[in-house]
């Protein structure tokens, strides 16, 4: 569906006919409901921020004033309504630098073996869970759904080459933390 | 996956790092594609490098989505969101003309801000548009009554129609043609107007405004021998009874086509100082390609096997109106259509 045809469809919502409402947000349902996912790492909470992202947007249609734009402006509303969320619940976003990176408290031998294996993917999740909200919030996307740096840029409204150095620099923090694992592996 | 399996990559090409990572995310140039291919194959521990962090996302990558799939179905929120919401009051134009009136009142009787001027002006703007509705100068517009998925809807002329239905949707326009629109298909009825006198312009009574996608037309007959017409950014088809086929790109380049199963078309390019026509019979069809300005307009050749088909099926499905029906033979289509890319890119003759 193109710009012009969902600002067609936005048009028509406005003069009443509800029904053209429904494939914007059969459109968008998927990116909303993961976005909101990617910033509350709640899915249960990302469904419910997702409707009422589609609820709010539907009340202030009238307040959209280039019709074109209508994705960024639903992108933009979750995301509003995910810090509004987060603000309720008090969800901290730590530092990078904070002292859950420099000690490692989670790394226990899930199969004691001779090469002193460990669940690598366990520490991943760890490690991505504790990363500051800006690499999270890029990799969990890029990671869900395998959104192009582009697709990633419009739903966060950032240039593409933040999203780009962002994905970088988020995984090499991850790498980062993997080499500490080994290193305190290792010396087990 | 052990820890012991991550080398110690760093050191040895910190510098292709960002290139191997944008090349997993198919990010990169096909140029610079083919070199991180190239230095892959030549470094061992680079190709190892990758090999770890593309097993690394995909155990991520397969963890969050087992993750996100297991508490919540997306799909529902349409459902959800559907049922909660009411249908939106369109503005009529008495409604505007109160909203008006009130502002003008309001600057005129508000105490602290009396903008005479500005009351005056907005009245003044009022009455004319009264006067001018009065005078008949503005005519009331009337809709079109089409039917679609089996009821009624009245819509204005030109007010634009999409269709988002994977397996399209049959239209009935009020003079008994039926259309059929293939998914993200964008268009308008212009007008269809069964009393226009027979000496009237035949393109202005019955007209479709093609503006990007497929569409499948039956035209009835019309006893005044009224002309149909489906007009495309850079072609305009007329018709008198037929069944064709009309295709419309949007772009800057722009490409229309035009296929017709029974009966004569007569398509015209649309462009500025550009005239030229054809006529199609049974089973011919056009195309018509637009660049810089320019309108090339195909001779007749021979309907494609695929589009054969397709109106073949749109005959046998119209009478239904079952828009699942189409389902096969557009996924033919598209691989038939894929097949004979190469044809297309042919340079058209004048």
Request: negative net charge.
């Amino acid at each position: 569906m193109t710009k012009n045809a969902e600002a067609t469809l936005v048009s028509q919502v406005l003069n009443g006919r509800r029904e053209c409402y429904r494939p914007l947000v059969e459109k968008y349902q998927m990116k909303i409901y993961l976005l909101a996912c990617s910033m509350l790492g709640n899915p249960s909470e990302a469904q419910d921020i997702a409707q009422e992202t589609f609820l709010v947007a539907y009340k202030s249609l009238n307040q959209l004033k280039d019709q074109t734009k209508f994705g960024s402006w639903l992108f933009g509303i979750t995301r509003n309504l995910c810090y509004s969320a987060m603000r309720r619940q008090k969800i901290k976003t730590e530092p990078i630098d904070s002292v859950a990176y420099q000690d490692i408290p989670n790394v226990v031998p899930m199969r004691p073996s001779e090469e002193n294996g460990v669940d690598i993917l366990s520490i991943l999740m760890k490690r991505l869970d504790d990363l500051p909200e800006k690499y999270r919030v890029l990799l969990r996307l890029k990671y869900l759904e395998d959104y192009s740096y582009q697709e990633i840029s419009e739903m966060l409204d950032i240039p593409v080459d933040l999203v780009r150095s962002r994905l970088f620099e988020g995984r090499r923090l991850l790498r980062e933390d993997l080499d500490n694992v080994r290193r305190i592996a290792n010396e087990h | 996956m052990s820890i012991n399996e991550f080398c110690c990559y760093r050191g040895c090409c910190t510098e292709w790092e960002q290139e191997i990572l944008l090349y997993m995310d198919h990010e990169i140039s096909p140029d610079s594609c083919e070199r991180v291919q190239r230095h892959l194959d030549r470094c061992d521990e680079c190709a190892r490098f990758y090999r770890i962090m593309d097993r690394e996302e995909q155990l991520l990558s397969g963890r969050l989505r087992h993750q996100v799939e297991l508490t919540t179905e997306p799909d529902i929120i349409a459902d959800l969101v559907m049922r909660d919401i009411p249908a939106f009051q369109p503005i009529t134009f008495s409604q505007r003309v109160k909203e008006q009136v009130s502002a003008a009142a309001f600057y005129l009787f508000d105490r602290d801000r009396r903008h005479y001027s500005l009351a005056a002006s907005i009245l003044i703007c009022v009455c004319g548009l009264l006067l001018a509705m009065r005078v008949g100068n503005v005519a009331e517009v009337q809709n079109i009554n089409i039917v679609r998925t089996g009821q009624v809807i009245p819509i204005a002329p030109k007010e634009p129609i999409f269709i988002y239905l994977d397996e399209g949707e049959f239209i009935q326009l009020p003079d008994d043609s039926v259309i059929y629109a293939m998914k993200d298909t964008y268009f308008s009825v212009n007008s269809c107007n069964m009393d226009a006198p027979e000496s009237s312009s035949i393109n202005e009574e019955r007209s479709l405004q093609l503006f990007s996608g497929k569409l499948c037309i039956d035209v009835s007959p019309h006893p005044a021998k009224i002309g149909f017409s489906v007009i495309c950014p850079n072609a305009k088809a007329t018709v008198f009874g037929t069944q064709f086929y009309v295709s419309t790109t949007t772009g800057p380049s722009k490409t229309t086509e035009v296929g017709v199963r029974v009966g004569s078309v007569m398509v015209e390019k649309r462009g500025k100082n550009q005239v030229g026509l054809t006529i199609l019979e049974n089973k011919e069809m056009t195309t018509i390609n637009s660049f810089n300005g320019v309108v090339n307009l195909r001779s007749p050749y021979p309907l494609r096997p695929d589009l054969r088909r397709l109106l073949d099926c749109f005959n046998e499905a119209r009478r239904d109106r079952s828009a699942r029906r189409m389902l096969p033979v557009l996924h033919l289509t598209e691989n038939l259509k894929n097949v004979s890319k190469d044809d297309s890119m042919l340079p058209l003759p004048e």
